[in-house]
């Protein structure tokens, strides 16, 4: 058990341009969610997958965010011409099973927008 | 939809001494699990303790503790003998315990607790 691995884990770009960030969950958990974090906030929801579906996703994840995991394993999250309020740290996480199972986070990916 | 509350925006605690995070819930779900997550400076999310709506006994994991009130839909983390590496940010968050999907953890705003020596 390697634990949630995010990368990278700071990223500056300028508003405008488009990131891709990539997160590869522990490796039998089937679960996958991104989230978000400000500074001083609790993580918000942005969507989750069950192996290669994706089965939900927050109003938070405009038409600009896109997230994808393909073969049910690793997911990418890309954010199309960036603002400046998408500054915040991302936070991949996973888990196996229903939920009384806990989400294991990985250390998350720093966007600045600059 | 579910809320998280958590009215404590930051503690002071003197070390050893035992400490307790506030937190209070609102859903519609009858089935839920209760979390906690401690978040240091270093900005990883750790797991500390769960608690299930079903669950008769309060959850205990080494010096954390979860005193559960159903009723009052209250889930306070307790933190016995503290030291000064819990001096951290917490969240309390829930989850719908469900087989139709809805398998989203929602968070509070969190509690920053600083161990003073």
């Known amino acids: 058990d390697t634990g949630v691995s995010q990368n990278p884990r700071h990223k500056i770009t300028k508003r405008g341009q488009n990131v891709t960030f990539r997160c590869d969950p522990i490796s039998e958990h089937n679960r996958l969610y991104w989230y978000r974090q400000t500074l001083g906030q609790g993580p918000e929801f942005l969507t989750y997958f069950q192996n290669e579906a994706q089965l939900e996703k927050s109003r938070l994840l405009s038409d600009r965010f896109s997230a994808e995991r393909p073969k049910g394993s690793f997911s990418t999250l890309e954010i199309q011409r960036t603002e400046q309020g998408d500054s915040a740290m991302y936070l991949c996480a996973s888990s196996q099973g229903t939920g009384s199972s806990p989400l294991h986070f990985g250390n998350g990916t720093r966007l600045t927008v600059t | ?117």
């Open chain 2, 1 to 117: 939809a579910q809320k998280i509350t958590q009215t404590q925006p930051g503690m002071f605690v003197q070390e050893k001494e035992a400490v307790t995070l506030d937190c209070t819930y609102d859903t519609s779900d009858q089935s839920y699990g209760l979390f906690w997550y401690k978040q240091p400076s270093s900005g990883e999310m750790i797991f500390l303790i769960y608690q299930g709506s079903y669950d008769e006994q309060n959850a205990t994991e080494g010096r954390y503790s979860l005193n559960f009130q159903k009723a009052r839909k209250s889930a306070n983390l307790v933190i016995s003998a503290s030291q000064l590496g819990d001096s951290a940010m917490y969240f309390c968050a829930m989850r719908p315990i469900s087989n139709f999907g809805n398998e989203k953890l929602t968070f509070g705003t969190g509690t920053r607790l600083t161990i003073i020596p």
